[in-house]
């Protein structure tokens, strides 16, 4: 079972729609986790990072669920500048942190 | 802003030469990690450093090696090259007191092995 993952999609969604995505990582020990946006053939960029808390960033809500291991995040009034592919992100702590990445929900939003 | 640079954006090889890629990260920060990306796949931890020493280890195979310079910037040599290594190879930069896994990506070395 791989320690990060998503359902890749695509979700096809029109614009407007509010879209959500969960992303599951099997490791209790994971310290910290985070949803990064990926246009095609381009480089990760951080979303936004997700606390226990949850937190929200205009149209981007993320949550944390550490009893069922899993996160989310949710996209309200979707534009056609949403398309791209979402990696969750885990870290699980050590020496200044690496990365586990999903492999990603691709996300087209249509006219 | 300055970014994390990478060069070459592109690289062509032959099965069995080798390959050097450059990271220049983002000015003082201090940490730089290197990913590897394949078709289709997600990105995968290959090694990072922090203060030109080595701090973590991932699925880096034997055939690479990596360090950091006194100037922070870091280099991947590749050996051996195998079909399998092509790939988008990303460097990503971190300073320090950032959060752990906020990472800044270059935009990513493409290598083709033929």
């Known amino acids: 079972r791989k320690e990060v993952e998503q359902d890749p999609g695509p979700f096809n969604v029109p614009e407007g729609a509010t879209v959500a995505f969960n992303c599951t990582y099997s490791n209790s020990a994971s310290q910290s986790f985070f949803w990064y946006r990926q246009d095609c053939r381009k480089e990760p960029k951080l979303l936004m990072s997700v606390y226990s808390s949850g937190n929200e960033d205009g149209r981007f809500t993320a949550q944390l669920n550490r009893a069922s291991q899993y996160i989310s995040l949710l996209i309200r009034d979707s534009k056609l500048s949403d398309s791209a592919t979402y990696l969750c992100?885990?870290?699980?702590?050590?020496?200044?942190?690496?990365?586990?990445f999903g492999k990603g929900t691709k996300l087209s939003v249509k006219p | 802003a300055a970014g994390v640079i990478q060069s070459p954006r592109h690289l062509i090889k032959e099965k069995r030469e080798t390959a050097t890629l450059k990271c220049y990260p983002i000015p003082r920060h201090d940490t730089v990690y290197w990913y590897q990306q394949g078709p289709g796949q997600d990105p995968q931890f290959l090694i990072s450093f922090y203060e030109k020493m080595q701090s973590d280890k991932g699925s880096i195979p034997d055939r690479f090696s990596a360090q950091q310079f006194s100037d922070y910037h870091s280099e991947l040599n590749m050996s051996s090259l195998e079909l399998g290594d092509s790939a988008l190879y990303f460097c990503?930069?971190?300073?320090?007191?950032?959060?752990?896994?906020?990472?800044?990506f270059g935009e990513g070395s493409r290598l083709t092995v033929l």
């Open positions: 992100a885990v870290n699980v702590g050590g020496s200044q942190g690496n990365l586990i």
């Open positions: 990503a930069s971190q300073g320090w007191g950032m959060n752990t896994g906020e990472l800044f």
